[in-house]
C-alpha cells in the first residue's frame, strides 16, 4: 500500500519528465536542428542574391523582400480594421444579439484553415475583384486571417484599461469618442502592439494562404507595384524541398534559418515592447 | 461643429469595422457555397460526399471525397491521441507542480513552439522525421500518416497545453483550500477536484486542437506521400483535404468541374471548422461561467 505522499512524488516526477522529454526536448531539438545546419550555410551571398540555375545556386534576396512586403501590406490592413472593430466591441457594442454576432464571428475567423482563406483569396480577390495574381490580393488574404489576432490582442489591451478612466473622462463632459481616443486608447497601444506583432510573424510564416494568391515559383526580380508577384520564403522552402530534385539540402536548411529568423525576431521584438510598457505603467 | 463631423466619421468607421468582421464569415462561405454549388450542376452530390476514388484528371472524372475524409480522420485520430495526453499531462505540471521562474520558462518555450512556421515543420519532416520512422519501424516509406500525425501532434501542443492551462489557474482557490483543509495531497487535489472542475475549458482545448489539426494543410502535403487513395492504415501514404486543395488547385482551369470540385472540399473544411469552433466556444462559455 503506497501512501498519498508517495503516489504524489511518483506523480508529480512522471509529469515533469513527460514534459521535459515529449515537449521541451523535442521543441529545443527543433529549432537547434534549423539553426545549426542552416547556420553553417550561411552566407552573405546567400542573402543579398537572387537565386540562380533553377534555384540551386545563389540567394534568396527576392523571397525576403517578398515576405517583408507582404508583412507590410498585411500590416496596412489588418490593422486599422481589427483595432477598430475592437474598439468597438469593448466601448460602444452593447449586449445584445449584434454584438454576439460579432464576437461569433471573430471566433470563427480565428478557426478557419489557412488553406480555406487561400480559397476565399483566389475567388475574392484574384477573380472577382480583378487583382490577379499580386501583392493586393495576397496582403489582403493574409490580412482577413490575421484579423482575429488583431482583434482578440487588441480587446484584452483595451479591457485592461481600468474603467475609472472612462468614468473620470465622462464627467468632464467628454464625449465617447473623445473619451476613446485620449483616455483609452493612449493606454492600450503597448498591448495592441504587442498582439499585432505576433499576429504579423504568424502570417509571415504561413504558405497556404499565398499558395494562389501572390506566390511565384522563381521569380529572380524585386517587385515594381503592387500588382506583381513575389517570391515568399515559405514558399519558396515548400518548393524547394519538395518541387526541385537535388536541392541542395544546405540552401533549404539556410532558407528555413532565415524564416525562423524574421519569424524569432519578430516574437522578441513584441516580448521587449510589452517589457518596456510595463515598466512605463503607472496605475 | 468641425469636430462633431470628425467625430460622426471615425464613429462610424468604428461602426462599419464591426460589421465588417460578420460580412467576411459570411462573404467566406457565399463565395465558397457559389464555387462548390457550380461542380453539383453536372456532378451529383450523392457521388461528392459517398464516392470512393478521386481521380479528377481521369477521363470521366471521379471527385469522390472518401479517401480524403478517410485520410483526413486518421492523420487527425493519430495526432489527437499523442498530443492531447501529453498537452494535459504538460499543462498540469505548469499550472500546479512547476516553480513559478521555471513555469515562465516553459509557457515562452511553448509560445517559441507556436510561432514556429508550419512549413519548415514540414522540411524536418522530409529530412528527418520521414526517414527516421522509415528505417526504425521497418516502412517502405516514410512519407505516411504517421509522420503527419506526429508532427501535427507537435503543432497542437502550444493550443491544448495553453488553453488547458488557463482552465486550470481558473479553477476558484477555494476549491483547493477546501481539498487541503480535508487532508488532501496536491497530486490528489490537481487529480481529483481541479482536473473534473477544469474540464470545460480543457474541452475546449482539445477541441480547438483538433480544429488546428484538420485545418493544418503544409505539414501533411509535404509529408504524408500525396496518395488520394484509401488507406489500409496509418502507416501508409494517404492525402487529406486540406492537401488535396492546395496540391492540385494549381493545376486545375479555373471554371474547370474540378476547380469547382476543390471549392467543394473547401466548403467541407469551413463546415467541419465551424462545427468544430462552435463547440469549443460553447465549452469554454460554459468554463467561465
Same mark, same amino acid.
Given at each position: 500500500?503506497?501512501?498519498?505522499?508517495?503516489?504524489?512524488?511518483?506523480?508529480?516526477?512522471?509529469?515533469?519528465?513527460?514534459?521535459?522529454?515529449?515537449?521541451?526536448?523535442?521543441?529545443?531539438?527543433?529549432?537547434?536542428?534549423?539553426?545549426?545546419?542552416?547556420?553553417?550555410?550561411?552566407?552573405?551571398?546567400?542573402?543579398?542574391?537572387?537565386?540562380?540555375?533553377?534555384?540551386?545556386?545563389?540567394?534568396?534576396?527576392?523571397?525576403?523582400?517578398?515576405?517583408?512586403?507582404?508583412?507590410?501590406?498585411?500590416?496596412?490592413?489588418?490593422?486599422?480594421?481589427?483595432?477598430?472593430?475592437?474598439?468597438?466591441?469593448?466601448?460602444?457594442?452593447?449586449?445584445?444579439?449584434?454584438?454576439?454576432?460579432?464576437?461569433?464571428?471573430?471566433?470563427?475567423?480565428?478557426?478557419?484553415?489557412?488553406?480555406?482563406?487561400?480559397?476565399?483569396?483566389?475567388?475574392?480577390?484574384?477573380?472577382?475583384?480583378?487583382?490577379?495574381?499580386?501583392?493586393?490580393?495576397?496582403?489582403?488574404?493574409?490580412?482577413?486571417?490575421?484579423?482575429?489576432?488583431?482583434?482578440?490582442?487588441?480587446?484584452?489591451?483595451?479591457?485592461?484599461?481600468?474603467?475609472?478612466?472612462?468614468?473620470?473622462?465622462?464627467?468632464?463632459?467628454?464625449?465617447?469618442?473623445?473619451?476613446?481616443?485620449?483616455?483609452?486608447?493612449?493606454?492600450?497601444?503597448?498591448?495592441?502592439?504587442?498582439?499585432?506583432?505576433?499576429?504579423?510573424?504568424?502570417?509571415?510564416?504561413?504558405?497556404?494562404?499565398?499558395?494562389?494568391?501572390?506566390?511565384?515559383?522563381?521569380?529572380?526580380?524585386?517587385?515594381?507595384?503592387?500588382?506583381?508577384?513575389?517570391?515568399?520564403?515559405?514558399?519558396?522552402?515548400?518548393?524547394?524541398?519538395?518541387?526541385?530534385?537535388?536541392?541542395?539540402?544546405?540552401?533549404?536548411?539556410?532558407?528555413?534559418?532565415?524564416?525562423?529568423?524574421?519569424?524569432?525576431?519578430?516574437?522578441?521584438?513584441?516580448?521587449?515592447?510589452?517589457?518596456?510598457?510595463?515598466?512605463?505603467?503607472?496605475? | 461643429?468641425?469636430?462633431?463631423?470628425?467625430?460622426?466619421?471615425?464613429?462610424?468607421?468604428?461602426?462599419?469595422?464591426?460589421?465588417?468582421?460578420?460580412?467576411?464569415?459570411?462573404?467566406?462561405?457565399?463565395?465558397?457555397?457559389?464555387?462548390?454549388?457550380?461542380?453539383?450542376?453536372?456532378?451529383?452530390?450523392?457521388?461528392?460526399?459517398?464516392?470512393?476514388?478521386?481521380?479528377?484528371?481521369?477521363?470521366?472524372?471521379?471527385?469522390?471525397?472518401?479517401?480524403?475524409?478517410?485520410?483526413?480522420?486518421?492523420?487527425?485520430?493519430?495526432?489527437?491521441?499523442?498530443?492531447?495526453?501529453?498537452?494535459?499531462?504538460?499543462?498540469?505540471?505548469?499550472?500546479?507542480?512547476?516553480?513559478?521562474?521555471?513555469?515562465?520558462?516553459?509557457?515562452?518555450?511553448?509560445?517559441?513552439? &507556436?510561432?514556429?512556421? /508550419?512549413?519548415?515543420?514540414?522540411?524536418?519532416?522530409? *529530412?528527418? %522525421?520521414?526517414? #527516421?520512422?522509415? +528505417?526504425? !519501424?521497418?516502412?517502405?516509406?516514410?512519407?505516411?500518416?504517421?509522420?503527419?500525425?506526429?508532427?501535427?501532434?507537435?503543432?497542437?501542443?502550444?493550443?491544448?497545453?495553453?488553453?488547458?492551462?488557463?482552465?486550470?489557474?481558473?479553477?476558484?482557490?477555494?476549491?483547493?483550500?477546501?481539498?487541503?483543509?480535508?487532508?488532501?495531497?496536491?497530486?490528489?487535489?490537481?487529480?481529483?477536484?481541479?482536473?473534473?472542475?477544469?474540464?470545460?475549458?480543457?474541452?475546449?482545448?482539445?477541441?480547438?486542437?483538433?480544429?488546428?489539426?484538420?485545418?493544418?494543410?503544409?505539414?501533411?502535403?509535404?509529408?504524408?506521400?500525396?496518395?488520394?487513395?484509401?488507406?489500409?492504415?496509418?502507416?501508409?501514404?494517404?492525402?487529406?483535404?486540406?492537401?488535396?486543395?492546395?496540391?492540385?488547385?494549381?493545376? &486545375?482551369?479555373?471554371? /474547370?468541374?474540378?476547380?469547382?470540385?476543390?471549392?467543394? *472540399?473547401? %466548403?467541407?473544411? #469551413?463546415?467541419? +471548422?465551424? !462545427?468544430?469552433?462552435?463547440?469549443?466556444?460553447?465549452?469554454?462559455?460554459?468554463?467561465?461561467?
Amino acid at each position: 500500500m503506497m501512501t498519498a505522499k508517495t503516489t504524489q512524488k511518483i506523480a508529480f516526477v512522471l509529469l515533469g519528465l513527460g514534459t521535459l522529454l515529449l515537449v521541451v526536448v523535442p521543441i529545443l531539438l527543433t529549432i537547434l536542428y534549423i539553426l545549426v545546419n542552416g547556420g553553417s550555410a550561411m552566407t552573405w551571398e546567400f542573402l543579398s542574391q537572387p537565386p540562380r540555375n533553377g534555384m540551386k545556386e545563389g540567394g534568396i534576396l527576392p523571397a525576403i523582400v517578398g515576405t517583408v512586403v507582404l508583412i507590410l501590406g498585411t500590416m496596412l490592413f489588418a490593422l486599422p480594421l481589427g483595432i477598430l472593430s475592437a474598439v468597438y466591441l469593448v466601448e460602444y457594442a452593447k449586449d445584445n444579439f449584434f454584438t454576439r454576432l460579432i464576437k461569433l464571428s471573430v471566433v470563427n475567423l480565428s478557426g478557419i484553415p489557412s488553406i480555406v482563406y487561400g480559397l476565399f483569396g483566389l475567388t475574392l480577390f484574384v477573380g472577382f475583384c480583378r487583382f490577379g495574381t499580386s501583392i493586393l490580393s495576397g496582403a489582403l488574404t493574409l490580412a482577413i486571417m490575421s484579423l482575429p489576432v488583431v482583434i482578440t490582442a487588441t480587446k484584452e489591451a483595451l479591457e485592461s484599461v481600468p474603467q475609472a478612466f472612462r468614468e473620470v473622462s465622462f464627467s468632464l463632459g467628454a464625449t465617447r469618442w473623445q473619451t476613446v481616443r485620449y483616455c483609452v486608447l493612449p493606454y492600450a497601444i503597448p498591448g495592441i502592439l504587442t498582439g499585432t506583432v505576433l499576429s504579423l510573424s504568424r502570417a509571415a510564416g504561413e504558405t497556404a494562404p499565398i499558395l494562389f494568391t501572390v506566390a511565384a515559383f522563381y521569380l529572380p526580380r524585386l517587385p515594381h507595384s503592387v500588382y506583381d508577384q513575389v517570391m515568399a520564403l515559405p514558399y519558396h522552402l515548400y518548393v524547394i524541398s519538395t518541387q526541385v530534385p537535388n536541392m541542395p539540402l544546405k540552401l533549404s536548411f539556410a532558407t528555413g534559418f532565415v524564416l525562423i529568423a524574421i519569424v524569432f525576431l519578430m516574437n522578441i521584438a513584441s516580448v521587449f515592447l510589452r517589457a518596456h510598457y510595463r515598466k512605463k505603467k503607472t496605475w | 461643429m468641425r469636430r462633431k463631423l470628425s467625430e460622426i466619421f471615425i464613429e462610424g468607421c468604428i461602426r462599419l469595422s464591426g460589421v465588417l468582421c460578420i460580412s467576411f464569415v459570411v462573404l467566406i462561405f457565399l463565395f465558397l457555397l457559389k464555387d462548390a454549388l457550380a461542380l453539383f450542376g453536372g456532378y451529383s452530390a450523392g457521388k461528392f460526399l459517398f464516392g470512393s476514388q478521386w481521380l479528377p484528371v481521369s477521363e470521366p472524372p471521379h471527385f469522390g471525397i472518401v479517401p480524403l475524409v478517410i485520410g483526413s480522420l486518421y492523420v487527425t485520430l493519430g495526432a489527437i491521441l499523442i498530443c492531447v495526453p501529453i498537452g494535459v499531462g504538460a499543462a498540469m505540471f505548469i499550472a500546479e507542480v512547476a516553480p513559478q521562474s521555471l513555469k515562465t520558462i516553459l509557457k515562452s518555450l511553448v509560445e517559441i513552439l &507556436a510561432a514556429i512556421p /508550419s512549413v519548415v515543420l514540414g522540411f524536418i519532416g522530409i *529530412v528527418w %522525421l520521414g526517414p #527516421f520512422l522509415k +528505417t526504425t !519501424l521497418g516502412l517502405s516509406t516514410g512519407m505516411c500518416g504517421l509522420t503527419g500525425s506526429l508532427l501535427l501532434a507537435f503543432m497542437a501542443l502550444p493550443t491544448i497545453i495553453s488553453i488547458s492551462e488557463d482552465a486550470l489557474a481558473g479553477v476558484p482557490k477555494a476549491y483547493r483550500e477546501a481539498a487541503f483543509g480535508l487532508g488532501a495531497t496536491r497530486w490528489q487535489t490537481l487529480w481529483r477536484i481541479l482536473l473534473p472542475a477544469a474540464s470545460s475549458g480543457i474541452i475546449a482545448g482539445v477541441m480547438l486542437g483538433i480544429g488546428r489539426v484538420i485545418g493544418e494543410t503544409m505539414v501533411v502535403m509535404m509529408v504524408t506521400g500525396n496518395a488520394p487513395v484509401i488507406p489500409a492504415s496509418i502507416l501508409q501514404p494517404l492525402r487529406t483535404l486540406t492537401a488535396t486543395v492546395a496540391s492540385e488547385m494549381g493545376e &486545375a482551369v479555373s471554371g /474547370s468541374e474540378h476547380y469547382f470540385a476543390l471549392f467543394a *472540399v473547401g %466548403l467541407i473544411l #469551413f463546415i467541419i +471548422t465551424f !462545427l468544430i469552433n462552435l463547440v469549443a466556444d460553447m465549452s469554454l462559455r460554459k468554463a467561465r461561467r
